[in-house]
């Protein structure tokens, strides 16, 4: 299968600082991305859908100006945190579409702690 | 808007012991019924896409189904290793975020030796 893989696998920042997360494609082109959300004991909750050379699109209740999404190339999405809070603290993952209407893979998750 | 319920939220099983899990989901057009598991910490990992009613994919023990509005995960002849959870999730046929997911809640699965 496909691989996606994430860094960095964890993040201790401190409250009012922004943090980078990257995804990235491995072995395959992906021209859509997604970010997504997951707290403790909870199923996952998609944050926005990230396409290359345009913008991303975010969904209902979450702030296009706190979570900044770049994807610069068809390998590299990257998921900026700007100034963080405690209660940004979570589990972030993103997922990569192998091209058409295929499968989705996930990458392995970015365990951020905003103290 | 999409919906999916998983059932039961918890299962528990014995090594050995079969049994499945159900995936309940409302979408206006489906593009594909996803099965993942995920490891605690961990990202989900792939298991199985199903496309259309009447299919069916297996893999080792776990074999998936698709009718027009359920699918069911069967588990046979379970091993402690199984022990993760499983979700699933559609994607539906419209909308501006092709390919996006709708996930349900999950079903946590043990196996006991």
């Known amino acids: 299968g496909a691989v996606v893989s994430q860094h960095p696998s964890w993040v201790i920042c401190k409250s009012g600082t922004s943090v980078k997360i990257e995804c990235r494609s491995l072995d395959f082109q992906a021209t859509t991305m997604f970010w997504y959300r997951q707290f403790p004991k909870q199923s996952l909750m998609l944050m926005a859908t990230?396409?290359?050379?345009?913008?991303?699109?975010?969904e209902q209740g979450v702030e296009k100006d706190k979570f900044l999404i770049n994807h610069a190339s068809l390998t590299l999405s990257t998921l900026t945190v700007t100034s963080a809070h405690p209660e940004d603290s979570s589990f972030y993952i993103c997922?990569?579409?192998?091209?058409?209407?295929?499968?989705?893979?996930f990458g392995p998750g970015t365990r951020l702690t905003v103290t | 808007e999409d919906q999916v319920t998983q059932s039961p939220e918890a299962l528990r099983l014995q090594e050995g012991e079969s049994s499945s899990l159900n995936c309940s989901y409302t979408v206006s057009g489906l593009r594909g019924l996803f099965w993942y598991r995920q490891d605690p910490g961990k990202g989900p990992e792939f298991l199985f896409t199903?496309?259309?009613a009447g299919e069916e994919k297996e893999k080792e023990r776990l074999k998936a189904t698709l009718t027009k509005k359920e699918s069911f995960l069967h588990i046979t002849a379970p091993k402690p290793e199984d022990s993760a959870t499983y979700l699933c999730a559609v994607r539906d046929a419209g909308g501006t975020s092709y390919g996006k997911l709708t996930f349900g809640q999950g079903t946590i699965l043990t196996v006991h030796p």
């Open positions: 990230s396409n290359e050379g345009s913008k991303a699109t975010y």
């Open positions: 199903l496309y259309s």
């Open positions: 997922s990569a579409v192998a091209g058409g209407p295929g499968e989705q893979y």
